[in-house]
């Protein structure tokens, strides 16, 4: 059964650390970098995401991301390179296009706070189950509903897929076309729309149902199958990267 | 008294007829009640009407009572009436959460909904997944199930909420024959543990074997309610296990002069 998430199971610390405190360091590693716009502490950051990663024994799937995203930030040093609106200095001329210092040098702060984000989301999602994330949620006070939402639509979705290819593959035995150019295979989507949706709206009232017999919209308190790791370890970590949110608001200020 | 049904009626928004019309019976703790009817007879309605999703989930016009351990379906909100009846529903997949990404996890669902400390949670967790022989599941995500283990899951489900009458809604129906078996083994449990179970099931064999009594269903009002002996005695509309049918045909009846319904009786007679 698929599932979609990038989570890597692991038991490091930083697996069994708070998902929101990962959530908290995500907004803040993402944030430092915009409010201090300093080649060096986007640097910092990057690093510190790095470390963590390695030690959360995940940096091998971040490397993958990141090969992953090279065509796309080709693309940003080619159009700042050529377009930048403070282009002034001519650097590499390659036959007609000429590609200016002050494109590039945009590019790459523009580049590196991408990466930046990537490192950072990376620590939050190959790290944490989304249903880990969503539960803590739920403690903190966001109605159990919508964390239901949430971590249902990250399970049935990939069940609805598995359906979709069920009938698929028993209208191709009845002879469908599903394969050649894209117009017989945009056609083959059609007949398939109507099980599926259809499928889907009776799994969904019976699936309320059987919502509602385990007690959903119980109106009492709610408990929680897993235990909350560590609250002091947690609230120390998270005294940490809030000082470091103020420290860099404080150093934008004063510089 | 365990449930008490006074003069239900219940027609659906938007439906033409009534679903249910003027039924009325009890059962006793610890019963094992069939239920059986034609197709759109209204035994879905009924088990409907038992839980309390009508009148709380389903639109409708309600009529009458129900009453289940003395408390009125219709002032009770379900949260509270599933700790009293649980329900299983045919289709095992459309029973899982879907929030829960193992097994084990997936019983806490209703547990956590109604606020259970942890303690207590991990022990009937542990004791539900035993006794349905799905321990051994317990990492493994439960759409990953077959769909006899998926049935089972939902009924081990049900029962950590501790209800003491369960309703299941032709539990088997979309099951390949080894789930059917599995799932009745685990009902078989249900009994030997003493619930109030109330079975609605298209296999008359199953019926026979486990029900203390049949209640009988035709467009929505009750028709009979008895013994399955006299049930399939005197309603030679519907289908009858093959037992009874066999005896009719050769024309052995059991001492009080009913065929019998079970392969347990059957046997003494065509030896004799
Ligand atoms: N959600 C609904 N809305 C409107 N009408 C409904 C609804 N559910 C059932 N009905 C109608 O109520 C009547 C009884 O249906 P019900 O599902 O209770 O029958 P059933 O005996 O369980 O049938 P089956 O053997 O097919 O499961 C039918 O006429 C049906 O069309
Ligand atoms: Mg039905």
Redesign the pocket.
């Known amino acids: 059964m698929k599932v979609y998430t990038l989570y890597v199971p692991g038991k490091t610390y930083i697996h069994k650390m708070n998902p929101l405190t990962k959530l908290l360091y995500l907004a803040v590693a993402i944030a430092i970098p915009f409010i201090a716009p300093d080649p060096a502490i986007t640097m910092a950051c990057f690093l510190i995401g790095i470390f963590i990663l390695g030690w959360a024994k995940v940096l091998h799937r971040v490397i993958y991301l990141l090969a992953m995203s090279i065509l796309f930030i080709s693309t940003i040093f080619i159009i700042q390179g050529l377009y930048y609106p403070g282009n002034t200095t001519p650097y590499l001329i390659l036959g007609k296009l000429t590609f200016y210092k002050e494109g590039l040098i945009h590019a790459m702060v523009i580049s590196f706070r991408l990466v930046n984000i990537m490192i950072s989301a990376s620590v939050l999602v190959l790290t944490t189950r989304p249903s880990d994330l969503i539960s803590s949620a739920v403690r903190r006070g966001i109605s159990p509903r919508l964390g239901y939402v949430m971590s249902s639509v990250l399970q049935i979705i990939p069940q609805m897929a598995t359906t979709a290819d069920t009938i698929m593959d028993a209208q191709k035995s009845r002879g469908l076309e599903t394969e050649g150019n894209l117009k017989t295979r945009l056609k083959a989507y059609i007949p398939l729309l109507g099980p599926l949706v259809l499928g889907s709206l009776v799994s969904a ?1 019976e699936r309320a149902m059987a919502l509602e017999v385990r007690a959903f919209n119980a109106t009492g308190k709610r408990t929680f199958l897993q235990n909350e790791e560590d609250y002091t370890v947690s609230k120390a970590i998270n005294a940490i990267i809030i000082l470091a949110l103020i420290l860099t608001i404080i150093w934008r200020i004063y510089s | 008294m365990k449930i008490k049904v006074d003069n239900l009626g219940f027609r ?4 033409k ?1 009534r ?2 019309e003027g039924i009325t019976f009890t059962v006793n703790q610890g019963e094992f009640i069939g239920i059986m ?12 009407a038992l839980v309390g999703l009508i009148p709380h989930f ?1 639109k ?1 016009a309600m009529r009458g009572n129900v009453y289940i351990d003395g408390l009125d379906t219709q002032e009770t909100p379900i949260a509270e009436l599933c700790q009293k009846v649980g329900i299983v529903f ?1 289709n095992p997949f459309n029973q899982i959460s879907g929030a829960k990404l193992t097994v084990y996890e997936e019983v806490s669902f209703g547990l956590e909904n109604i606020g259970l400390p942890r303690n207590q949670m991990i022990e009937r967790i542990e004791e539900v997944l035993e006794l349905f022989g799905i321990a051994h599941l317990k990492d493994r995500n439960p759409f990953s199930l077959s769909g006899g283990q998926m049935q089972r899951l939902a009924l081990a489900c049900i029962m950590a909420l501790r209800p003491e009458i369960v309703v299941l ?2 539990p088997t129906s979309q099951l390949d024959p080894l789930g059917v078996e599995e799932v009745y083994k685990s009902i078989a449990k249900l009994k030997e543990k003493g619930l109030t179970v109330l079975l ?1 099931e ?1 296999k008359t064999e199953y019926l026979a074997e486990y029900s203390d009594k049949i209640l009988l ?1 035709e467009n ?1 009002k009750l028709k009979n309610y008895d013994t399955p002996e006299r049930i399939f005695g005197t309603n030679p509309g519907i289908q009858a296990p093959v037992y009874t049918q066999v005896c009719q045909a050769l024309n052995k009846p059991k001492e009080n002069g009913l065929y019998p319904v079970t392969l347990k009786d059957t046997i003494p007679l065509l030896k004799g």
């Open positions: 009232q | 659906y928004t938007g439906g007829e679903a249910l009817g034609k197709n759109k007879s209204g035994k879905s309605t009924l088990a409907s389903f409708g045919q809604d032709e609605i298209h269903l929505g």
